[in-house]
């Protein structure tokens, strides 16, 4: 098999000519928060994964995938909409790949976007919390195995992941839009079990706000090739243990839809200023 970094190209290459675009600015990763999103789009071209060479296509019921580009602004916008996930046993080189391949084309920041399990004082059901920084729980790292020194260096300094400039312009953005906006620190669980109350105190107590299954595979590899990052989650539910009933998935949705008009109006006011 040829190279990741050959294969990126190829893919980053298949984005620019199905989008009749050169270049593009910022990507964001719809999770399963960002609702219709994609319908409230002025323009857009719509493209299925299966057409993007490498692109792993998803399969959670509700995660279509489907790469749209659009601008915000003088920003040209990947969105990806539908991610694989560990816990469907992808292996991380897969799983991150269509980030990286939209990376390489050229985009200078990556918006993630997720929902999660609030553990940390003050979330509660409902909320939208910008993710201040993470703590990879889930015993695994996209980065393992050979380091291709073209992407990034073998390793990475994880200082501030989540750009603080562009944490400072989300707040205030926020701000402007009167939605409310916290900041917290995101653990990243394996999945797919939610976690158990013993795990969500065990998170809490080394300093997470916010439990998921996703978000920081991502994260990691756009780090790793030198990217400006901001994270949103939206916090569907409290974690395991500090919820008093049990945890469900069509919870999470329902929840996630409650929210949608709120991470909406945050985000395309948002997409245009970075
Ligand atoms: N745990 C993990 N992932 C999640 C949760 C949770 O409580 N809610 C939404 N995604």
Redesign the pocket.
């Known amino acids: 098999m040829t190279d990741l970094y050959d294969r990126l190209q190829t893919a980053a290459q298949a984005i620019a000519e199905a989008t009749g675009h050169a270049r593009h600015d910022v990507v964001v990763v719809l999770g399963?928060a960002s609702g219709d999103f994609p319908e409230h789009l002025q323009e857009s071209t719509a493209i299925p994964y299966p057409q993007i060479p490498g692109f792993p296509v998803p399969a959670v019921k509700g995660h279509a995938g489907t790469l749209y580009s659009t601008t915000f602004g003088d920003n040209r916008v990947l969105l990806l909409s539908g991610r694989v996930h560990a816990y469907e046993g992808y292996n991380p080189d897969v799983l991150t790949f269509a980030v990286k391949a939209c990376l390489a084309a050229g985009c200078h920041t990556l918006v993630v976007t997720?929902?999660?399990?609030g553990c940390g004082d003050g979330m509660t059901a409902g909320s939208i919390v910008l993710i201040a920084d993470h703590i990879n729980l889930a015993g695994i790292n996209p980065l393992m195995g050979p380091n291709d020194d073209r992407l990034g260096t073998r390793f990475p300094d994880m200082s501030d992941t989540y750009t603080p400039g562009l944490r400072r312009l989300a707040l205030e953005v926020a701000a402007e839009q009167d939605i409310a906006l916290s900041e917290g620190v995101y653990a990243w669980?394996l999945?797919p079990t939610?976690?158990t109350p013993a795990e969500v105190e065990m998170a809490r107590r080394l300093g997470a706000d916010l439990?998921?299954?996703s978000t920081v595979p991502e994260v990691i590899c756009a780090r790793h090739m030198g990217r400006n990052i901001i994270g949103l989650s939206v916090v569907?539910?409290l974690?395991?243990g500090i919820a008093t009933h049990r945890?469900t998935h069509e919870d999470?949705t329902a929840t996630a839809n409650l929210v949608k008009e709120d991470f909406r109006r945050l985000l395309s006011a948002l997409l245009p200023r970075i």
């Open positions: 399963s997720n929902a999660a399990g669980f999945g939610f976690e439990v998921g299954m569907t539910n974690a395991a945890l999470v």
